[in-house]
Each structure stands twice: as C-alpha cells, then as structure tokens.
C-alpha cells in the first residue's frame, strides 16, 4: 500500500462515520446511564409537576385520544379552554406533543413525563458527543456530553418548569452546530446533518427555534471570516434553507395563521422581555420570584463558562476556527441576557416571542458543557471538582424546590375524561373568542335566547340529536319548531366549514364569547361542522416533502462516496518523490 494511500484512508477512519464500534458503544450506554440517572428521581418522588406541566401533559392526553380516533396529525385541540377548543396544534411545534400522545398509548399515563425526559436526555448526550468527537479526545467528548445532558437549566427545564418541548428541543441543538461546525472541517457533506439538526429544533419548540436560527446566523456571519473563504456561508445558508423546508410543513400553517388568533398575548406585559432580564425587579411578583431564581443559576453557569474561556486560550489553535466560534456564541448568549440588549429584543424579527431572555441558557449550556471539559492542566481535577460541585448544589436546589406530586396528571386525566377539558393557551385562541366569558357547564349545542344567553334547547321548540361529536367533525339533527339560533360547544375559526343538510353554509360568530352561531327557520336539519385543510398546510407539506426528498437523495450521495473513496486510495499509483 502507497504511503499517499495510508495517509488517504487515516483521513478517511478519522471521520465521525468511521470512529471505532466501540466508541459508538460507551456513547450510547454513558447516554442510558446518564438519562437512566436523571429520571430515576420520578420513579420515587412522582412527577416534578412544574410551571408548564398542566399544558404538555393535556395536549399528550388529547394527542392519544385523537390518534385512537384515526387522526393522525391533529390540528384542532377540541378539549382546551374547557372543550371549546382552540388551533393549538397548529402552532405548537409537534415534536412534544406527538412524542407524548404516542407514549401515552404505549405506558400509563404516569410513566409518560418521565419517559419523555428520558428521551430528550439520551438524546441530548449522545447528540453533544457525536459534537464533541470532533474537537475534543474521547475522554473529553464523553465528559462534555455528560455535562451538557445535566446542566443546571436543563435540569431545570424538566423538574421546576417541566418544559418538555424546550428539553427536547435542546436535545438536538448539538445535532446542528455538529452539522454547522462541521462544514468548517467537512465542507458540503454536513448540510443534511445541519437541516435535521435545525428542523428538529423548530419542530420541538418554537422558542428553541428561534434560538437556533439566531445562533446559526451569527455563525454564518462570523465563520467565512474566520476561514477566509465564502464556503461556509453557501453551505451553511443551504443547510438552514433545508431545514426551513423539512419543517414548512409546521412553519408554513403557523405564520400563515396567525392573523385568525390572538397571538398577541403570547407577550403580554409579564411575558415581554424588557421584563424578564436576568435578576429583573420589573414584573409580577411570581415572574420576578422564579426570574430569581433562573438568574442564579445563570450566573454560575455565565462564571463557568468565562474561567472556561480562560483555561482554553492556549488552545485556541488547536480548535482552528472552532473555538472563536464557541466564544461568540457565549457572548452573544450573556449579552442577550441583560439589559443593554432590550433594543435588539424590540427590533429583531420575532425575538419577542421567544418571551424569556433566560432561554438563551439553552445555548450557553452547550457552550459550558465544551469549554468545561476541554480545560487541561495540572488543575483540572480541582477545576473538573468544582463544576461538579456546582451542578450538584443546582441539582440539590432545583430537586427540593420542584412540586413533586402525580397529582395534576390525575387531575388532568379525570377532567379530559369527564368531558370539561383543560385549559387553553393564551395566543392560541381564535380571533374575536373571548374565553374567560365562556361557560364551562354550556351543553354541547345551546339554544341562544333573547337576551342572547345560552342555554340547554327547550325541547317544545327545537330537539337536538348528536350524531358525532369528534373533534375535528361535529354532527348532529336539529328538528326546530320556530326559528331558532343554536351555539355549539365550539370556537369559530375559518378553517371550520359548515353543511347545514349538504350544502355549504357560511358560519357566524357570537360578538359575547367567539362561539359559532347558527340560524335555522322551523324545519329538520342536519348540520355538519368539519375542521377543513386549508390551502396554506397543503403547500406546507408539499414543500417538507420537496426538501425530504432532497436531503435524503444528498445522504445517499454521501453514503455511496464513501467507499469508493477509499478503493481509490486503495489504487492510486505510487508517485515518485521527485516528481510532483
């Protein structure tokens, strides 16, 4: 074998797809371990019911009800704001709640939070090594992905705010700075990675979306710099429009639709982030009492990270572009974190909603986790001490703080089952409802009276049968003697069309509350309400399946080149030394 020929094929085993089985095999049981480790709290304590629990774990229940339905996709939440529904599935990312309702028909219920938590941290352990490798030796891979998976806000995200969409979300965030950093070093066959990585990301949270999509355009601004070369901008800009494309499907309908719901009060006044800095003394005193609370363990994470910063200066050139690409993320993280960023958050498309500047601790416990175990030294066993010491005190916090009880999934379960739902989401309701005017104990089809209250149909003038109540599709027989107006149990929304016996009505809205209406003269009806696909998430999906298409068609391109790269090393001719 020719010496050009070795050299081509070590290049070649270097590369992540062709690291030792055995590598592989540590990550994914340090990856069972670790999750195994963080869960094994719920098997004891119950479920850390936090601020986001109520609303993760009603959207699962629903999921699984409509799955067991036939509804495959669901875009209409029938049971929130107390079974008036509302299009939360529309503009809540999917990944969460399909997750969820899936599990849900495979565990009981019980299980299910835990299960989910499970996933995200397997998944973010072993996605932050498959990171790692890359830059780090393998006992330093290993340690980074241990400590990005228990990081004091992810351990945060799942015990005090059971934000289970964010955790998940985070769990793919090493997926796509791999695939971004990777081009620096592999050039285009990191795109696919890149745009799986970046979707994922929005099609687990919408905030974590938004996150990546800054981060990874920081990235692309700061990286051709760094390389002297414009590559990385081309290849980086096609991995994000690819990962745009595979989660259009979901993007497209959400901003689409937003003009028919309130979206507006998603940033209230308490959820602004004017008001929401680190260690704020602006906002209600429940938001300032956890703001506190988060701001401390951002602070350790911030010092953390800038003694990282310190201890790896040296080898900075060993990282290449790499390691002044971490450090702007740092610094961009704590800056957007503090005050003197309001501008950018009042200015920046869409920053706004992601409502909480803390949330960028979801970037910077990557950053912490990388710089953390790359430190060498004669200190680093003194350094490798008090990380651990201080992820251990957060996690001994965070644990005695949590709200450790089953008791809300069993309320949760008890009223969806009972047919009084669950409450809504606030920026998810359609336009013009009015929910806190809604009365829980309506009937499903009301009769509006003179003084336009609804109440049960008075059966001497009007007899209703319900023939199907799902959620996506209402029927029922109205036999009226006069004139009537019914009010079904439902919020109007355009997607909804009406058939009032075959042929297509148009549907009205009570001014009082944002119900629909319908008049009927005396006579018999049947009346049909069908939650209809818009055109908007037709081409949605036309587009996912576009981009689908050619990213899997780009990794088989890949896939293929690789062992016909190394036969031509095997056959490249021997080259005489003094010949170029």
């Given amino acids: 074998m020719t010496e050009g020929a070795r050299e081509s094929i070590d290049e070649l085993s270097s590369r992540p ?47 699984a009800g409509q799955f067991k339905q036939g509804i495959f996709f669901p875009r209409w939440a029938g049971g929130a704001n107390s079974g008036y529904g509302e299009p939360r599935f529309i503009f809540y990312p999917p990944g969460s709640w399909m997750l969820g309702g899936v599990l849900g028909l495979l565990l009981p219920w019980k299980m299910v939070p835990g299960a989910v938590a499970w996933i995200a941290f397997f998944i973010a352990t072993l996605s932050s090594w498959i990171f790692a490798r890359d830059w780090l030796s393998p006992k330093q891979a290993l340690t980074a992905a241990i400590l990005f998976a228990i990081n004091p806000y992810n351990l945060t995200l799942v015990f005090y705010r059971s934000d289970f969409a964010e955790l998940l979300a985070g769990a793919f965030l090493p997926f796509m700075l791999a695939g971004a950093f990777g081009i620096l070093k592999y050039g285009w066959r990191r795109i696919p990675l890149l745009s799986i990585g970046f979707a994922a990301m929005w099609l687990a949270n919408a905030p974590a979306g938004v996150i990546a999509s800054y981060s990874l355009a920081l990235l692309l601004v700061i990286a051709p710099v760094l390389a002297r070369r414009v590559q990385p901008l ?26 028919w719901v309130e979206i507006g009060q998603a940033v209230s006044p308490s959820y602004d982030p ?70 950018l958050w009042t200015h920046l498309p869409r920053l706004r909603f992601m409502q909480f500047p803390w949330r960028w601790l979801l970037l910077l416990g990557f950053a912490f986790a990388i710089l953390t175990a790359a430190v060498k030294g004669r200190k680093r066993y003194l350094w490798s001490l008090t990380v651990l010491l201080f992820i251990g005190v957060s996690a001994v916090a965070i644990a005695a703080d949590a709200d450790w009880s089953t008791d809300d999934l069993t309320d949760a379960l008890n009223e969806i089952s009972a047919g009084r739902g669950y409450d809504g989401i606030d920026g998810f309701q359609p336009r013009g409802a009015k929910t806190e005017d809604l009365d829980e104990e309506s009937p499903l089809i009301g009769e509006v009276d003179e003084d336009g209250d609804i109440d049960t149909p008075d059966p001497e003038n009007v007899k209703v049968d319900i ?35 075959g042929a297509v009505v148009p549907t009205e809205t009570s001014p009082e509350t944002g119900q629909i209406l ?20 037709l081409i949605g999906g036309i587009i996912s399946l576009c981009f689908a298409v050619g990213v899997i068609v780009v990794s088989i391109v890949i896939l293929i080149r690789r062992p016909r790269a190394i036969v031509r090393a095997l056959l ?9």
């Fill in 572 to 580: 490249r001719p021997k080259r005489s030394r003094c010949c170029p």
């Fill in 274 to 343: 004017i008001h929401n800095f680190l260690f704020t003394r602006l906002n209600d005193p429940d938001f300032i009492e956890f703001n506190w609370k988060i701001s401390m363990i951002a602070a350790g994470m911030i010092l953390i990270t800038l003694l990282g910063i310190v201890f790896t200066f040296r080898q900075r050139r060993k990282w290449s572009y790499s390691w002044w690409l971490v450090i702007a993320l740092s610094v961009a993280c704590v800056f957007l974190m503090l005050p003197p960023s309001s501008f």
């Fill in 467 to 501: 023939v199907s109540w799902a959620p996506e599709r209402r029927v029922f027989h109205a036999s009226a003697q006069d004139e009537v107006t019914l009010a079904p149990k439902l919020l109007n929304y355009p997607a909804w069309q009406m058939r009032v016996n």
């Fill in 17 to 63: 797809w062709r690291q030792p089985k055995r590598l592989w095999l540590i990550a994914v049981l340090v990856s069972i371990i670790v999750a195994t480790s963080v869960v094994a709290p719920m098997c004891f304590l119950g479920c850390a019911s936090g601020h986001d629990f109520q609303p993760h774990v009603s959207q699962w229940i629903e999921a």
């Fill in 518 to 537: 319908i008049h009927l003269a005396s006579g018999e009806y049947q009346v049909e309400l069908q939650f209809q696909r818009t055109r908007d998430r």
């Fill in 234 to 259: 081309i290849f980086g800009a096609l991995g994000m429009l690819g990962g745009f494309g595979l989660a259009a499907f979901y993007l497209v309908p959400a901003a689409w639709e937003q003009k």
